[in-house]
């Protein structure tokens, strides 16, 4: 086995590992009852709702888990739908606010909503490039491949 067969390996079995993890938390605190309900409505049905949030959570997949596990969570700025979907503007709460790994959360929050198809566009708060060092603020606008307004 070469070095590269053994590095695939190697991530395959760590995405696995992750993703069982992932769901063992996600498991403890979600409602399944709750997050199917939400999943079968559309959430341009939702865009008034006191659940949007909460809809948006149930959509997400592994960066659910640290999200929920850090005590962070999602705040909704502004949501919109027009003929192509829905475009949210969304700011991250809680303990996520300023953590290292945020640059990833924002790129799985914004994978995962993209996913589902309902959703044609997220964007994050610009406010949240406040909560960063100077550092962090170059880190997550260079490489965050997320956009902010």
């Given at each position: 086995?070469?070095?590269?067969?053994?590095?695939?390996?190697y991530?395959?079995?760590?995405?696995?590992?992750?993703?069982?993890?992932?769901?063992?938390?996600?498991?403890?605190?979600?409602?399944?009852?709750?997050?199917?309900?939400?999943?079968a409505?559309?959430?341009?049905?939702?865009?008034?709702?006191?659940?949007?949030?909460?809809?948006?959570?149930?959509?997400?997949?592994?960066?659910?888990?640290a999200?929920?596990?850090?005590?962070?969570?999602?705040?909704?700025?502004?949501?919109?739908?027009?003929?192509?979907?829905?475009?949210?503007?969304?700011?991250?709460?809680?303990a996520?606010?300023?953590?290292?790994?945020?640059?990833?959360?924002?790129?799985?929050?914004?994978?995962?909503?993209?996913?589902?198809?309902?959703?044609?566009?997220?964007r994050?708060?610009?406010?949240?490039?406040?909560?960063?060092?100077?550092?962090?603020?170059?880190?997550?606008?260079?490489?965050?491949?997320?956009?902010?307004?």
């Amino acid at each position: 086995m070469g070095e590269d067969d053994l590095t695939d390996l190697y991530r395959q079995e760590s995405a696995k590992s992750l993703e069982t993890e992932a769901a063992k938390r996600i498991a403890e605190v979600a409602d399944p009852v709750r997050d199917a309900r939400l999943r079968a409505t559309a959430l341009k049905d939702l865009l008034e709702s006191d659940e949007l949030v909460h809809a948006i959570i149930a959509r997400l997949g592994i960066v659910r888990a640290a999200l929920e596990g850090h005590g962070g969570g999602v705040k909704v700025e502004q949501a919109t739908a027009d003929d192509q979907g829905v475009d949210l503007i969304l700011n991250l709460d809680g303990a996520c606010i300023a953590c290292g790994a945020a640059p990833g959360t924002l790129q799985g929050i914004q994978s995962d909503l993209l996913a589902t198809g309902e959703v044609w566009r997220v964007r994050f708060s610009e406010s949240l490039l406040d909560t960063f060092d100077e550092l962090g603020r170059e880190f997550v606008l260079k490489h965050g491949n997320v956009t902010f307004v």
